[in-house]
Each structure stands twice: as structure tokens, then as C-alpha cells.
């Protein structure tokens, strides 16, 4: 019961004041920041709702959260962020929100541009763009275009996304391959695979958080958090700020990354089995 209760005490959320610059959170290892973190950012609606708001202004207090943690992910170096900014399920909304999404996801693009290349910041969209009203595609392209030559932080939005989609592309693709004769059954492996996903080229999220106290992944590169690690807060995500993404980082370098070797094999850097746990 005693080691239960230290083990629960370790594991407490780390609760950081107000900060400055993340560098500067004493209990952050600069050393061991995630390349990638992936976010799916719920509960937009909920706390527009608790405010007796329309749940649009939930997603527009969204946008704030989203600018905060793009400049705070540039400031830790982090290589790649991934925002769930609109699932292929949103598409089932009401008219109305799906509108609204589509007309701030425009305006946003189009108003932080300077912000994004002054941050140095890669733009990319993922999911399937086409689904996308014209006006959306047109801006998405230009904004890709136009931080295409920074080298900074690569902000990844998935637009009309799933992963469920993604893999069957991936596989319509990779059939396609055989059928050409371009390459043979044996040939499909992992890296091929992810060759064919949507993030090619882009390394797996090692973390990724979930704001508004749901514990799913909710279709979001299924294949791709096979070895993540799950953070999940109950903060809305409108609330989400700088100190909730070092809670969460920090949560993160306090869990030991086994890829499915034991505890032991980590400890002693051992890299003489590999399976899978
Ligand atoms: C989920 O909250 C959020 C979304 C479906 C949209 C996310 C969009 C933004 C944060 C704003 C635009 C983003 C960018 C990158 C410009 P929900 O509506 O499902 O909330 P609920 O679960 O409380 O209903």
C-alpha cells in the first residue's frame, strides 16, 4: 500500500507556474525533448458550452492555445508538431460548424503566416485535401509554399484526416505498385509501408497529448503512435498553455521507452532482443 502510494505520488501531474520561456522550467531536460508530439485538441466545444457559448467560440479561443504552443514547441526545438485540426468524422458536424472550422482554419492560415516564417516554422497539411472546399485548398498550398524554405519547427495540420483513410491509401497505392510490376509482394515491408503513409519522411510522435479528459485516439495516425507515449490532461483544450505542454513533457521524461525489450535491457543499453511487449 506504502509503495503503491509512492508510486501514485511520483506519477502526480507536475503542476508548473506560471512561465516565461519554456527553457528556463527548471524541471524540463532540455536534453531529452520529444522530436515529435502529436496533439489532438478536444473539448473546444465543452468550454465554449460551459461559458453558455456557441461552441465556434470555443474553437476560435482554440486558435490561442494553438499559437502558444507552436511558438513555445519552436523555443524547445521540438523537430515536428502534429495537430488533429479536423478529423474526416468532423465532416458529420453541423453545417454550420463545418463552415465556421473551414473559415477560421482560412483566416488563420492566412493571418499567421508572418508569424510562422518569422518563427521559422514548416508548414505541412496531411489528410485528404481535396475534400476541402477550394478557397481552403488554395490558402493551405500557398501557406506550404511560402514556409517551404525554413528550417525551424515542421508544423503538421491534419486536415480532413483519418488514419483509417491514410492506410487504405497506402494500401490502394502499394497495390497499385504490384499490379505495375514496379515492385513484388516480398518487397512490402515497414519502411515501404510508411513510405506510403501521409508522413513519409516525417518520424513517429514519441508523445502525444489529448486535452478534455477523453482516452482515445479517435482514428489519429493509428499506425504511426505504435510506440508513443499517451498523455492525457483534462484541460480544455481553449485552456492549454505553455505550463500544460511542459506538464506534459515532463511527464514524458519520467516514463522509461522500453520498445518492447526489458527494463533491464534499457538500463544497460542492451541491444540483443527485440520483441515486442
Ligand atoms: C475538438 O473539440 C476540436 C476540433 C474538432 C477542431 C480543432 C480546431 C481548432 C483548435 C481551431 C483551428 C485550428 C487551427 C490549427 C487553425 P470539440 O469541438 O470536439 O470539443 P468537444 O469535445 O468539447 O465537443
Redesign the pocket.
Known sequence: MKLLRLFLYLRRPQRIGFIEKMTEVPQLDLNNIPKHIAV??????????ERGQD?VY???E??V??RELVKACAELKVGYLT?????TE?WN?PQH?VNA?ME??VN??RR?IDELNSNNVVLSIIGDINSLPENCIKEMREAEALTAKNSGLHLI?ALSYSSRWEIIEATKKIASQVKAGQIAVTDIDEKLFEQNLSTAHIPHPELMIRT?G?HRISNFLLYQLAYAELYFTNV???DFRKEHLAEAIINYQQRERRFGKTSEQIQTNSTDHAGIS
Open positions: 489532438i485538441m478536444d473539448g473546444n466545444g465543452r468550454w465554449a458550452k461552441r470555443g474553437h476560435h482554440g486558435v492555445s494553438v495537430l488533429y485540426a479536423f478529423s468532423n458536424r460548424e472550422l477560421l482554419l488563420t492560415i499567421e495540420m478534455s477523453e480544455h483544450w481553449p
